[in-house]
């Protein structure tokens, strides 16, 4: 009885057996063609897609940390963050962020009008002039300003001794720590995001159209606002959403100038150990961010202008006239409060520094260690954004966009954000590199991988296609045909996002202020706390570096634009 048991078990399992080995090639026939489909019949290396997914991973996860937090952060801190604190923090941030934009906006197309469109005497060098405040960074910007126009600054001294100027107005009425003096401070350094792109748009801007309004009766400003500014929106809608994010997570003019929006009360939120708050708070902010950028795609959506390139003609420069004067003192007091002023602050300073002995060891030790983290940034960054953008090009596919766009994740949040996100994270689950340089490298990373990115895809997308089909008919896996093949070709590429990427995570504050070790400082660190303290002679000259190696990617931009 039990032999037959036995046989009738061997015979289901033979059974069983044979169904296993009919099913399991037709599933897995199933999950190929899925798989190849998904790919276009071209998929990556196992090798290239995994690292292309642990990086988008990377490049995601603070936020998506951030997020996880502040959902069980608990409601009584929610009710609480609502009744007072966000409320107030909203009509902050929102109300800088419009008005910085809209006034860089407005600045910066007339700018790019005047220099460009119209007879204005060195248009050339006034192209190089008015960029040149981009490489300032808007915190070096308001310790400039604090010097100028500050309570103990040189016009109040100069105010009080001209005794007209008291008896017609009484006591200095300036006020740099305020609403206005934040706005001109940050519209006067951020304007160049505009005037770059605007002036681009309109060197390529067909003449044509122009001489057929003309021909229909219309003048010069007619012309300007009925066929210029419709091409020109595209270019506004960029520069634009570039200052509207650069000012929702600027963090050192803010802070610097005693104004609080959400990134100053997100690090001061943190810096009191309350990372329940800071969370609700970051997540607020990332809410107001992806708003902006919903808002910008939709816009540039519904506004899309095309013009044929086979009959364009140059535009014609118009003549001011009587208007001259008037253009070139608007633009002359634009370089004056942008670049000569901040500049002169800065030289004058760090004369007294020199002759203090402000450049010693300790100076030196602060630039070795901003060379140092973002050096380490860059490299990670170069290395970082070759299989995402080699996977994108070469293999499109759904899972190969979605990498793309997890990777610029922290490119579009604030640096105190990915900080935060970071804090979360090594504190928690990798103590062995919390309080260690190597996590400010990490989170330059996640923070300027994009600009890595853009410059090698533009070089890439000058590689045919062809010359990889090559390398692979001989044998060579994809990851190898990306190491020995494409590398190569696009290395100057490459080293031009490298060197954008130093030069912003030089820059960098917030990110550096969360995440240093103690005792680990860098020049961005030694200016917001010197210039806090009002130690002008051992701010400036750390100032003044930070400006002159940022002048680096100025002339990748001019190039570009």
């Not at 090639?25 to 997914?53: A, K």
């Not at 910066?108 to 405040?133: E, I, N």
């Not at 009425?173 to 605007?198: D, E, K, N, R």
């Not at 103590?431 to 070089?459: E, H």
Request: proline share 6%; charged share 15%; net charge positive.
């Amino acid at each position: 009885m039990s032999m037959r048991k036995n046989e009738n078990r061997q015979l289901d399992n033979d059974q069983h057996a044979k169904v296993g080995e009919n099913t399991s090639p037709t599933l897995l026939r199933f999950l190929r063609r899925r798989w190849l489909g998904v790919w276009r019949g071209n998929p990556p290396g196992p090798f290239l897609l995994t690292l292309g997914i642990l990086v988008g991973l990377l490049m995601s996860v603070p936020i998506i940390y951030v997020i996880w937090r502040s959902l069980f952060a608990g409601t009584d801190r929610w009710m609480r963050l609502l009744d007072g604190r966000i409320p107030q923090l909203l009509w902050n941030t929102l109300s800088l962020t419009f008005a910085v934009t809209l006034c860089a906006v407005i600045l910066g197309v007339s700018l790019a009008w005047l220099v460009v469109r119209t007879d204005v005497p060195g248009r050339k060098l006034l192209q190089w002039m008015l960029a040149l405040p981009l490489v300032i960074p808007p915190y070096v910007g308001a310790v400039t300003y604090i010097i100028v126009f500050g309570p103990s600054g040189w016009m109040r001294d100069l105010w009080r001794e001209t005794p007209w100027l008291v008896n017609i107005f009484g006591d200095y009425p300036l006020s740099i720590y305020s609403f206005w003096g934040v706005f001109f401070v940050l519209t006067m350094f951020t304007y160049p995001y505009v005037f770059l792109i605007a002036s681009a748009s309109l060197r390529k801007m067909n003449r044509n159209f122009e001489e057929v309004a003309r021909s229909q009766g219309m003048n010069t400003r007619q012309v300007f606002w009925k066929v210029n500014l419709p091409f020109l929106r595209p270019a506004i809608g960029a520069g634009a959403i570039l200052i509207a994010l650069y000012v929702l997570s600027d963090f050192g003019a803010i802070a610097m100038l005693r104004y609080v929006t959400f990134t100053a009360a997100i690090y001061f939120q943190r810096a009191s150990f309350d990372t329940e708050s800071a969370s609700v708070l970051s997540l607020v902010l990332i809410v107001l961010t992806v708003i902006i950028l919903w808002i910008e795609s939709r816009t540039r959506k519904k506004n899309k202008f095309y013009q044929t390139s086979n009959t364009f003609r140059e535009p014609d420069i118009l003549s001011l006239g009587k208007w001259k004067p008037v253009a070139v003192l608007f633009i002359g007091l634009v370089i004056v409060f942008s670049i000569l002023l901040p500049i002169s602050v800065l030289i004058y300073w760090t004369i007294i520094g020199l002759d203090r002995g402000a450049v010693d060891a300790r100076f030196f030790e602060f630039a070795w260690n901003s060379v140092l983290v973002s050096g380490m940034a860059a490299l990670l960054c170069m290395l970082l954004a070759l299989p995402i953008i080699y996977l994108r090009s070469r293999y499109p596919s759904v899972i190969s966009s979605s990498i793309d766009k997890m990777s610029y994740a922290g490119y579009a949040l604030p640096g105190v954000i990915v900080a935060l996100g970071f804090v979360f994270i090594f504190n928690n689950h990798f103590p062995f590199l919390y309080n260690t340089f190597y996590l400010i490298a990490l989170a330059m990373v996640v923070r300027f991988l994009p600009q890595a990115m853009q410059a090698g895809d533009a070089s890439l997308s000058l590689v045919s296609p062809r010359v990889d089909e090559t390398a692979r008919s001989l044998g060579y896996p994809p990851w190898k045909v990306m190491f020995k093949v494409i590398i190569p070709s696009i290395l100057p590429g490459v080293l031009a996002g490298g060197a954008l990427v130093f030069v912003s995570a030089i820059k960098e504050l917030p990110a550096t202020l969360m995440l240093r070790p103690p005792g680990f400082d860098t020049l961005a660190v030694r200016i917001y706390y010197e210039a806090s303290e009002a130690i002008y002679h051992q701010a400036a000259p750390a100032a003044l570096i930070l400006i002159l190696v940022s002048i680096i990617p100025l002339r990748y931009m001019l190039k570009k634009y």
